[in-house]
Nanobody, 122 residues
């Protein structure tokens, strides 16, 4: 199982970006998918998470600005980021947890994708 994130880039403050992350491999289902970020010199932090039923949660710092969604049929999670601020600058990582294999005989926990850089200029 692999995760591939895309959509990062350079944007001015107040702008928007949409991140995507696709999980590939022999997957039957994915319980939780989420986005984390790590700014220079800081620890990785949870930005938003969403379960297979569509229930989402957000870090206080992004509530009202970011929206997480997913397409279970495509094993894809999205992060719509609006009203971006310079402090949102970070490498964004997607994560998938509790992945059931298509053969139903194996679960993958805590799978990470490579990060995608988001830079917000002031």
């Amino acid at each position: 199982v692999q995760l591939q994130a895309s959509g990062g880039g350079l944007v001015q403050a107040g702008g928007s970006l949409r991140l995507s992350c696709v999980a590939s491999g022999k997957i039957f289902s994915i319980n939780v998918m989420g986005w984390y970020r790590q700014a220079p010199g800081k620890e990785r932090e949870l930005v938003a998470g969403i379960n297979s039923g569509g229930t989402a949660s957000y870090a206080d710092s992004v509530k009202g600005r970011f929206t997480i969604s997913r397409d279970n049929s495509k094993n894809t999670v999205y992060l719509q980021m609006n009203s971006l601020k310079p402090e949102d600058t970070a490498v964004y990582f997607c994560n998938a947890d509790d992945i059931l294999s298509s053969s139903r005989d194996h679960r993958f926990l805590g799978v990470w994708g490579r990060g995608t850089l988001v830079t917000v200029s002031s």
